[in-house]
């Protein structure tokens, strides 16, 4: 096996699995949404903002694959191949798993504005802190780049 066969698992782990995070995190907040606005329709515009949050870590496996590219040639080394592959896989687990976690909280905060309860403001709040591990992997992405 070539070096750069590594790096483009590791590339494609970060770039599906973010995304695979990012849809079950929107459809999760999506379900509540439509529940919610069969008892508060007017509250639409905030359904929609908490539905995309989730989709961020999606964007941000993307992301990575850009800030990786100038180090994947058919030429590399197995050193840079281990690290890109050990950078996509660490944004890969976390855009994963961060974003099913963040749409269940966003869920949970639709379902509080659907009941009557002013709490868009604080569910944005809460719903930041699983994004906050999917924005410190792809600065760790983002390092080990820079440090290849």
């Known amino acids: 096996m070539e070096p750069i066969i590594l790096a483009y698992i590791g590339i494609g782990l970060m770039v599906g699995l973010a995304g695979v ?3 079950y995190g929107v459809t999760i907040a999506g379900n509540a949404a439509i529940g ?3 008892k508060n329709p007017d509250a639409f515009g905030n359904y929609m903002v908490l ?3 989730p ?3 999606g964007l941000y496996g993307f992301l990575g694959y850009f ?3 100038t180090h994947l040639s058919p030429d590399m080394s197995w050193g840079v191949a281990a690290a890109v592959f050990g950078a996509s ?3 890969a687990l976390t855009g994963l ?3 099913i976690r963040q749409g269940q909280v966003c869920a949970n905060g639709i379902a509080g504005i659907g009941s009557g309860y002013d709490v868009f403001g604080k569910t944005m709040i ?3 802190f699983p994004e906050l591990y999917a924005i410190v992997s792809l600065a760790a992405v983002f390092m080990i780049g820079n440090a290849l």
């Open 55 to 57: 989709g961020t870590q």
């Open 126 to 128: 809460l719903a930041v």
């Open 21 to 23: 995070g990012s849809s």
């Open 51 to 53: 539905c995309a949050l």
């Open 89 to 91: 896989l660490t944004l």
């Open 97 to 99: 798993i961060s974003a």
């Open 67 to 69: 800030l990786l590219q």
């Open 36 to 38: 919610a606005m069969k």
